[in-house]
């Protein structure tokens, strides 16, 4: 498989949030290195998959929460990714609902990686 270490750091990243077990520190650093459209791209895909209706939702919204207003450079990265072409790529092409977290990733970093 293509970037496998790649799609490996963007799915830890994603999970750690989504499940909470990597500190915020960690998550913060995590997001400094990465590409903003994987960014905007990830706390989307959290945002739609966690709707007010989720079981889970107060925690995953909650830790997303805690990442924007933590840090000035989570905002500039979700701004900065918001008008990647990549973003208009997934947007128009897929929905975030429709993909599981890893298939969400594998797809995101190839087209981001290749």
Known sequence: M???R?????LYLLEGIENGN???VEVGSL???ADPALVYLVF??????????HP?????????????????????????????PI???FEDEHSYRELDSRD???LIVDKLEG
């Open 22 to 24: 990597v500190p915020t």
């Open 6 to 10: 790649e799609q490996r750091e963007a």
């Open 31 to 33: 997001i400094d290195e």
């Open 104 to 106: 969400f990733i594998a």
């Open 56 to 84: 889970a939702a107060e925690g995953v919204i909650g830790r997303l929460v805690e990442l924007t207003n933590g840090s000035s450079s989570v905002n500039d990265k979700m701004r900065e990714g918001k008008s990647d």
């Open 44 to 53: 989307t895909w959290l945002r739609a998959r966690y709707g007010a209706d």
């Open 2 to 4: 293509a970037f496998e």
């Open 87 to 89: 973003v208009t790529w």
